[in-house]
């Protein structure tokens, strides 16, 4: 087994919550029951209006009469300030800015501010830190949750009766909703004082038949002391003020840096794992949820805390599964992985224009910093009809109901309004964050992956065709290319490890797969470059899988040979290659070669990684194996035994490779016991 293969081992599949679907259900059933109280103790439809008193007309509540100006705060939302938070000068300055400068000018309409972003980016820890700092300065502050109209409503009753004074009224009678809203609206018209109010999640705000549409402008608040913060994802509030939007989006690096060493627990009186952290914050693109959820992973995994160099290798094999992970509770009130985060906004998406998320998943094969339009010009000429694979009809794979060209605007629109893609003005193109980009991928199945990555490197092949490519399209499509080779490799090994073996039947696909890469690759970056040598050895894996060894032995020896001269004798990638040579000459039977070769590849994994890395733990595995296969029992018992060692304090006793290794271990051991050791 190579390294490859036990790294892809180690890769436990799971699967994405169904966060949308819940809500969806649970919205359902409370509408089917009863109002809930918050509701029923009002009645502003019949003789007893209580509402009167607001707009000065009948006065039936006298509470209310006593207290008309109401000074506090109001939220419902289980958000609090965190220990961890991290001051984002820049935004807060921003915000500060926006609404105090607007205030200075005077006018007579209430003054609105909208921070938007992707999901996880911050907007809403924001908006409570300028609560925190400005709390003082308004007479009330209130907080309204429009995740959806209910929630709205909610709060709209809840503020009604703080600010009629009927808070503890429990008259149990119906709401008109339109009524406490006018109510709420018209209270501050006739008042003196500054009052802010903040909007929460106000991410459906297109599409009326969603089911969490809210058409917030109704509901809006305007007198002059009225401040407004927005918090949304989408693109279309930012219609909603003069002011200019404030986009919350990746953290600086030094707030990334502080915000995960807090949330890891790391003490930073040396410095020391600074230049990790800023690895792996970089890792994660400042994204500010997916540094704090990397961070209270560290800070609960002793292994990892002890060496923090662990956490990047761990994270690249098991990116789904770390990046599924949920926050506790009680510490973040966000109850979101980074992953079910876009989920949602992908389902509304996916009702409003499929064809965006299928060209979302394919922007997932592509380079994310630079998805640039003119790539698209080819749509007139798809380059494989009549493939034995849909796919490769890749316009019509993204669009069947239609030509592509005429939905491609709407679909991009549809997705860079929930802020999953970024337009670029100078690059006239669109840029993805990269964890959204990770996501795309991984929120496929294997089948789906191949049969976009198939779509995928049939597009990239259908540009690169078009007569000869000026060296400028050449450095643009270059990282496309890449990207899509990287994309190719994972989609082996992701279903290696789901299936335990390459996916059957599709081997031939795969390799058909792997060739149009390769060549890709040949023309447009040459026969050396590193992703050409990447495909070179994606190729001679699946020709493996197959049984064409021979095959397998000639692409493999091409990629050891490249790696050596390209990127030295010494270099991860050609220790890896080293052992998937050995690999092929062990299953054809040609151990003194291949144990050469193992032997290598062991001993320049202890000179550049070190003895303890988990790379040379798999080259000690891969050799022991070699040595039990070929009836060299003595000189295997040792190399498993550090091999299962290593394992045990690297990976724990339980994890699978351990597991499979100690069984290797035992079956030679109690083989030699059985006496049939042949040469002892
Ligand atoms: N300044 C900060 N300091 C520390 N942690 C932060 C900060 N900003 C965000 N976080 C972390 O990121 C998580 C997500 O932040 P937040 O809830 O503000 O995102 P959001 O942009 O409002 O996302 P959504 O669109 O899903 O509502 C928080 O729960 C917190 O753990
Ligand atoms: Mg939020």
Known sequence: MNRAEVAAKNDPSSRLTMAADILAIVVALLQLITLPNQYSDLDIRDGTNILGNVFGGLTINPKAATRPDYAGTYSHTSLRPLASYVVRQKLQQQVKERLHASRADGGTHSRLVVLV?????????????????????YDAVFWVDVRQRESLERDYIQIYRLLSGNEQSATSLRVDMDQVTTAVKTWFERREGRWLFVYDNADSLDDESDPYFVDLQRYLPDAPGIEVVITTRSQTATGMTELEAIEVGKLAPVEAVEMFMRCAKLSDAAGAGREETALIVAELDYLALAVTLAGTYVAATPRIRANLAEYLPEYRRRRKVLLGRKAKQQIHAYGESVLSTWETSCATIAKQCPVAVRLLSFFAFLDPADIFLEMFRHMADPSTVGSAYAEEDWERFLSPEGPLEEVFDEALKAFSTYSLIQWKEEQAGYSMHKLVHAWGFDRLEVEEQARYSRGNLAFLKSITQVGQLDPVKKSWITPHISSSVARLREWHWGSRSRSGAAVPGKYESAETMNRRALEGCEKVLGKEHPDTLASVSNLALVLQYQGKYEAAETMNRRALEGCEKVLGKDHPDTLTSMSNLALVLQYQGKYEAAETMNRRALEGCEKVLGKEHSDTLTSVYCLAYLLHQKADFAAAVPLY???????????????????????????????????KSSNE
Not at 658 to 674: F, N, Y
């Open 641 to 675: 035994e550090r091999a299962c060692l290593g394992y045990v304090v690297k990976l724990g006793p339980s994890h699978p490779t351990t597991v499979q290794c100690v069984s290797h271990m035992s079956s030679l051991k109690s083989l030699m016991s059985s006496g």
């Open 117 to 137: 972003g992707l999901g996880g980016a911050g907007k809403s820890q924001l908006a409570l830190n300028y609560i925190q700092t400005h709390r003082k300065e």
